[in-house]
């Protein structure tokens, strides 16, 4: 198993950033994709960003010219970089590692991110 440790979560003011930064425990994080999702309360989990091993990036349109995915193979480490926050924004952000599709898809514990004035 691939165990993921999040990190960056916390409490920020609308128009403010916030880097979030999961780590996953194993050498072999260069052949894994890697993704983003959050899940606000009373709302279903929703995919926020995604990169592959070769480094092809997918956003959700709500997050488009905000937010942008990055990996550092070299630290077995996603980044989600979060600009001009909004409220909404507001949820549980979840890390996913994905090995392949015949294989279990990994998941961190989450960590919150509230935007709020």
């Known amino acids: 198993q691939v165990q993921l440790v999040e990190s960056g979560g916390g409490l920020v003011q609308p128009g403010g950033s916030l880097r979030l930064s999961c780590a996953a425990s194993?050498?072999?994080?260069?052949?894994?994709?890697m993704g983003w999702y959050r899940q606000a309360p009373g709302k279903q989990r929703e995919l926020v960003a995604t990169?592959?091993?070769?480094?092809?990036?997918n956003y959700a349109d709500s997050v488009k010219g905000r937010f942008a995915i990055s990996r550092d193979n070299a630290k077995n480490t996603v980044y989600l970089q979060m600009n001009s926050l909004k409220s909404e924004d507001t949820a549980v952000y979840y890390c996913?590692?994905?090995?392949?599709?015949?294989?279990?898809?990994?998941w961190g514990q989450g960590t919150q991110v509230t935007v709020s004035s």
């Open positions: 996913k590692a994905d090995p392949g599709p015949d294989d279990y898809d990994y």
């Open positions: 194993r050498n072999i994080f260069s052949f894994y994709a």
């Open positions: 990169i592959t091993s070769s480094g092809i990036i």
